[in-house]
């Protein structure tokens, strides 16, 4: 298990001139708060891959981790790797890739569902794919993969420390504040909500002055024809 601390983990990544990491940056906070939040570990990566969490689940998180390829031996290096442990011994194994800007390259999570199917653990293995909105993955590459949006993935975190007051601690807050900088919400802001009322309104203005021009233009057609047009 990776026992580094979230300044750590994070000093590689400060931005330099021409450089602004902020894929990993994010990938390595969001890793570390699940890290030292077990309970809230459990919750979010039973929803991720779509069974009931466990209170007996011991949850290592890990980043940075390398695999060669089987057919290549190239190396391919997923963005988190889970393991659940129960007290039977390993019993789930989980890829993560996760892109904010950046969208996956052709064949990345086909590589990476062979990797998963190439592993000698017997349980069970999945891999997900988070994104901050809808990307498109290329033909063959989504075989098995689970798609989340990390707007839901907040949505999960913002319920169980709803359901946990006090328990929480100040760095889930802050990952959720991190991510809703990063646009990783599903929540509309006041200001947000403003601004589309405001948007729906000048549109509809304009389209009633639009249909007031029209309405003119088909007026002064008819006089310049002599009333017919």
């Known amino acids: 298990m990776n026992k580094r601390g979230l300044l750590s983990r994070l000093i590689s990544y400060a931005p330099r001139e021409g450089r602004v990491p902020k894929e990993d940056f994010f990938t390595e906070a969001f890793a570390h708060v699940m890290q030292v939040t077990p309970a809230l570990a459990r ?13 007996e689940w011991h949850v290592s998180i890990e980043t940075q981790c390398s695999y060669p390829i089987p057919e290549t031996g190239a190396p391919c290096r ?8 129960n007290e039977a011994g390993l019993d789930r194994v989980i890829l ?24 000698s653990h017997r349980g069970a293995k999945h ?10 993955i290329e033909s063959g590459d ?10 839901q993935v907040r949505a999960w975190i913002v319920a169980w420390r709803r359901e946990h007051a006090g328990q ?7 990952l959720l504040t991190l991510m809703e900088d990063l646009q990783m919400s599903l929540e509309i802001s006041e200001r947000e909500l403003v601004s589309a009322v405001g948007y729906f309104g000048a549109r509809k203005k304009l389209m009633q ?3 007031a021009s029209w309405q003119d233009c088909l007026e ?3 006089r310049a024809s002599g009333g017919s047009i």
Do not use: C, F
């Not at 997923?78 to 442990?85: H, K, L, N, Q, R």
């Open 220 to 222: 002064l057609s008819k």
């Open 168 to 174: 929480s601690g100040v760095l889930v807050d802050e």
């Open 142 to 151: 989504d075989l098995g993969v689970k798609r989340w949006y990390w707007g």
């Open 209 to 211: 002055i639009i249909g």
């Open 127 to 136: 891999l997900v794919y988070l994104t901050r909105a809808p990307e498109r």
């Open 96 to 119: 993560i890739e996760s892109k904010i800007d950046a969208v996956a390259a052709g064949g990345q999570l086909g590589n990476y569902r062979a990797v998963l199917d190439g592993l």
């Open 43 to 55: 919750h979010v990566l039973a929803r991720m891959v779509e069974v009931e969490p466990s209170n």
């Open 78 to 85: 997923p963005d988190i790797v889970v393991e659940i442990s």
